[in-house]
Every structure is written in structure tokens, then in C-alpha cells.
């Protein structure tokens, strides 16, 4: 873990490997009967390490991995972000039209807008000019006018 020392060689060390040898077991003695719940219950071993000490305990299977489930030829998380996607591009392009739409309506009803202002005026305009160069008719000139009791006299 921790790096040599540069001036140092690595030593070599004598490994020694003990295998533990199994106890065989006791002799059977005349012991009660338990009850002892069906199924398989595993034996029970004792091993005896070479420093003397006697290690006793029950022998533990592999675990076995669960069988891998077949997996789709594409993920899950794939089509979802390419359904997104397409969703995503299919609003873009309907808000693209939406916007161009509401964008030429708007001009549409300026121009009818402004084609109605300017023939409004138009028509403002020649009933005032006509009005001055009226010509025919009768004009009555009035010089004085006196009102007497809600009546009117020239």
C-alpha cells in the first residue's frame, strides 16, 4: 500500500500455508430426541487450526445469483427520451406555426384597419370640401332677428 523506500530492496518472506484438518465426530451417545423441524438442517463442523484452537460452525453454500432477466433489445429509458423528443418537435413546430399564424393576422387587421381609417377620411373629406362649393338652393340672409315670447320675427 505505502510505497518502498527507494535505497531498500523488497525482502522476500517465507509464507507458511496451514490446511485445517476436520474433527471427525464423537462417538454417538444415547441423547433425548429433539424435535427437529423438517427441512434440510446443514451439519454442523469442526476445525481444528494449527495454533490449537477449534473453530466450530455451519458450512455456508455460495450464494447462487439470481438468473439475469433477458433484457429488451433497447432500453426503457431510451424510448421515453425519444418519445420526449419527438413530442418536443412536434410543439415546437405546431407553436412555430401558431406564432406565424397570429403574426399574418395581426398584419391582416392592420391593413383592414388603416384601408378603413383612410376611406372613412376620404369620405369625412369630400363631404366637407362639397359642403363650401354647394351651389343651388335657396340662402336666406338673416340681418336681425328678434325673439318675443318664444317667437320668432325677421
Same mark, same amino acid.
Given at each position: ?7 531498500? %530492496? ?13 474433527? =471427525? ?43 439475469? %432477466? ?32 397570429? =403574426? ?8 383592414? $384597419? ?9 369620405? $369625412? ?5 362639397? %359642403? ?23
Amino acid at each position: 500500500m505505502y510505497p518502498e523506500h527507494p535505497g531498500h %530492496a523488497p525482502t522476500e518472506r517465507a509464507v507458511e500455508v496451514h490446511q485445517p484438518t476436520p474433527i =471427525t465426530p464423537a462417538a454417538v451417545t444415547s441423547a433425548p430426541l429433539l424435535p427437529v423441524q423438517p427441512g434440510h438442517v446443514p451439519a454442523v463442523a469442526s476445525v481444528v487450526l494449527p495454533d490449537g484452537r477449534v473453530v466450530t460452525g455451519y458450512a455456508i453454500e455460495p450464494a447462487k445469483p439470481e438468473p439475469v %432477466a433477458a433484457k429488451p433489445p433497447v432500453s426503457r429509458a431510451a424510448v421515453n427520451v425519444a418519445l420526449g423528443g419527438v413530442g418536443f418537435l412536434a410543439v415546437c413546430g405546431g407553436l412555430l406555426l401558431l406564432t406565424t399564424f397570429i =403574426t399574418a393576422l395581426t398584419a391582416l387587421v392592420t391593413q383592414l $384597419i388603416t384601408l378603413a381609417a383612410v376611406i372613412f377620411g376620404g369620405w $369625412i373629406a369630400v363631404q366637407v370640401f362639397s %359642403a363650401s362649393s354647394h351651389k343651388g338652393g335657396n340662402t336666406f340672409n338673416i340681418r336681425k332677428a328678434v325673439f318675443k315670447r318664444n317667437h320668432f320675427h325677421s
